[in-house]
């Protein structure tokens, strides 16, 4: 079996490939791409999967091209979508294209000099100078309207499926377009194979068609699984549906690291295979590591590890350790004063907070920032009971009556963490 196919295949990643990819892998150093849509100024973790499939394609010695959809971006793909995307204006979109570019030369070798370094291309570029009529004369006489209707992406939005709208002309051309890149690159760069979600097999195999109808040549395409959770629910989203980003001002490392942590322990089993370039051998070792102390949580500290040094690097992964440290009392008041803002109100998120004057906080004595300012606790009497009860902390550290507040005790310059017991928590914001 050819190494790469292998690497997928106990990965869990595999979905299906067309005859003779196996021995077309094995034979030379292929070349294959795999195309991302520039919907928004970062890429989120639905991406990581595409991503990585390449970082292994370059791995096992062949050639990986990433294509930023500058053209096919303007059109929207109508795959697993029940409504057709608003279409984007051609500033955000150049702008979508660069961020998307300057991600994936985080992952991907562009720089080295080996003969399978890896290559960005954007289909604007050979898309921008073709006009309609090319496009139909050239293009569109090669590839029937009956085959396209045939593709599962177009089937499903003329089958009257509850909820789900037809489709419009611009949205119908997307397989075709994407076709076209397929044979542009074979003609002109020697691409070979197309890789992709597997809901992406009808767009490739348009390609593969018309490479065989147009140029008379052969072409392959290869698919990988759809990641979901264990209990079907869609992978990537928060509760709320909001995208975990790969771009850190977007999703800060402590949320991106807590995604992961907080994987179930099946969840965390395929994961591990998925998300990690961990070895066969560790992977295994980990896993019966975990199932021996599942309380423990082996599986899933390892899985937050190794994908967010992978996407954010060494330094962010354990300011984000740190931080969720915070909440378990195994930090000092020091890893708390050097939070910044994002992370600390997403670790303390829904603790009821305060805005007073910052004038006024500094010299404050501690009764008065507890009760008065804040409104914390109830009176001045509260505060000093609970405070000879040795259950007042500030900034996580215990405090007494003789507690002033001073500039060095504001997180990030604005904040204060006021703590009663373990979990009553109270934010103090200076303004």
Same mark, same amino acid.
């Given at each position: 079996?050819?190494?790469?196919?292998?690497?997928?295949?106990?990965?869990?990643?595999? +979905?299906?490939?067309?005859?003779?990819?196996?021995?077309?892998?094995?034979?030379?150093?292929?070349?294959?791409?795999?195309?991302?849509?520039?919907?928004? &100024?970062?890429?989120?973790?639905?991406?990581?999967?595409?991503?990585?499939?390449?970082?292994?394609?370059?791995?096992?010695?062949?050639?990986?091209?990433?294509?930023?959809?500058?053209?096919?971006?303007?059109?929207?793909?109508? %795959?697993?979508?029940?409504?057709?995307?608003?279409?984007?204006? $051609?500033?955000?979109?150049? +702008?979508?294209?660069? !961020?998307?570019?300057?991600?994936?030369?985080?992952?991907?070798?562009?720089? %080295?000099?080996?003969?399978?370094?890896?290559?960005?291309?954007?289909?604007? &570029?050979?898309?921008? /100078?073709? %006009?309609?009529?090319?496009?139909?004369?050239?293009?569109?006489? +090669?590839?029937?309207?009956?085959?396209?209707?045939?593709?599962?992406?177009?089937?499903?939005?003329?089958?009257? $499926?509850?909820?789900?709208?037809?489709?419009?002309?611009?949205?119908?051309?997307?397989?075709?377009?994407?076709?076209?890149?397929?044979?542009?690159?074979?003609?002109?760069?020697?691409?070979?194979?197309?890789?992709?979600?597997?809901?992406?097999?009808?767009?490739?195999?348009?390609?593969?068609?018309?490479?065989?109808? @147009?140029?008379?040549?052969?072409?392959?395409?290869?698919?990988?699984?759809?990641?979901?959770?264990?209990?079907?629910?869609?992978?990537?989203? /928060?509760?709320?549906?909001?995208?975990?980003?790969?771009?850190?001002?977007?999703?800060?490392?402590?949320?991106?690291?807590?995604?992961?942590?907080?994987?179930? &322990?099946?969840? /965390? #089993?395929?994961?591990?295979?998925?998300?990690?370039?961990?070895? @066969?051998?560790?992977?295994?070792?980990?896993?019966?590591?975990?199932?021996?102390?599942?309380?423990?949580?082996?599986?899933?500290?390892?899985?937050?590890?190794?994908?967010?040094?992978?996407?954010?690097?060494?330094?962010?992964?354990?300011?984000?350790? @740190?931080?969720?440290?915070?909440?378990?009392?195994? /930090?000092?008041?020091?890893?708390?004063?050097?939070?910044?803002?994002?992370?600390?109100?997403?670790?303390?998120?829904?603790?009821?907070?305060?805005?007073?004057?910052?004038? #006024?906080?500094?010299? !404050?004595?501690?009764?008065?920032?507890? %009760?008065?300012?804040?409104?914390?606790?109830?009176?001045?009497?509260?505060?000093?009971?609970?405070?000879?009860?040795?259950?007042?902390?500030?900034?996580?550290?215990?405090?007494?009556?003789?507690?002033?507040?001073?500039?060095?005790?504001?997180?990030? +310059?604005?904040?204060?963490?006021?703590?009663?017991?373990?979990?009553?928590?109270?934010?103090?914001?200076?303004?």
């Amino acid at each position: 079996m050819n190494s790469f196919i292998e690497e997928l295949k106990w990965r869990g990643l595999l +979905h299906d490939m067309m005859p003779g990819t196996e021995e077309l892998l094995s034979k030379e150093m292929t070349k294959a791409y795999i195309g991302f849509d520039p919907t928004a &100024d970062s890429l989120h973790i639905g991406s990581l999967v595409p991503i990585k499939i390449l970082v292994h394609f370059q791995q096992h010695g062949h050639k990986p091209i990433a294509l930023v959809g500058g053209a096919t971006g303007m059109i929207g793909d109508p %795959s697993g979508k029940s409504v057709e995307r608003n279409l984007l204006d $051609e500033a955000t979109l150049n +702008h979508y294209v660069d !961020c998307i570019k300057n991600q994936l030369s985080r992952f991907l070798d562009f720089d %080295s000099d080996k003969e399978n370094k890896a290559e960005l291309v954007n289909n604007y &570029d050979w898309m921008k /100078s073709i %006009s309609f009529l090319e496009f139909a004369r050239d293009i569109g006489k +090669h590839i029937t309207v009956n085959y396209m209707m045939a593709k599962d992406s177009v089937k499903k939005r003329f089958s009257g $499926e509850a909820g789900v709208e037809g489709m419009s002309f611009t949205e119908f051309t997307y397989q075709l377009l994407q076709g076209y890149d397929f044979l542009h690159l074979y003609q002109n760069e020697g691409v070979k194979l197309q890789m992709g979600g597997s809901d992406q097999w009808g767009n490739i195999t348009t390609g593969t068609e018309l490479i065989r109808r @147009k140029a008379q040549g052969e072409a392959f395409a290869l698919t990988v699984t759809l990641i979901t959770k264990a209990d079907g629910s869609k992978f990537g989203k /928060s509760e709320s549906g909001e995208n975990y980003w790969l771009d850190i001002r977007k999703t800060s490392a402590y949320k991106f690291y807590q995604f992961w942590l907080n994987a179930t &322990d099946e969840d /965390s #089993e395929r994961f591990i295979k998925i998300y990690t370039f961990l070895s @066969k051998e560790e992977i295994e070792h980990l896993i019966e590591e975990h199932r021996q102390a599942p309380h423990l949580r082996t599986l899933q500290k390892r899985l937050a590890k190794e994908v967010t040094i992978w996407v954010h690097g060494e330094e962010e992964y354990n300011k984000a350790v @740190k931080a969720s440290e915070i909440l378990f009392g195994k /930090s000092t008041a020091e890893d708390l004063v050097q939070l910044d803002e994002t992370t600390f109100l997403e670790i303390f998120d829904g603790v009821p907070q305060k805005e007073v004057p910052k004038s #006024e906080l500094i010299g !404050c004595n501690i009764i008065d920032l507890l %009760s008065d300012k804040s409104g914390f606790l109830k009176s001045k009497g509260d505060a000093k009971r609970e405070l000879k009860g040795n259950a007042i902390s500030v900034n996580k550290e215990k405090v007494n009556e003789d507690f002033v507040v001073s500039d060095k005790d504001f997180i990030d +310059h604005s904040f204060i963490l006021l703590q009663k017991g373990k979990k009553n928590y109270f934010i103090v914001r200076g303004v």
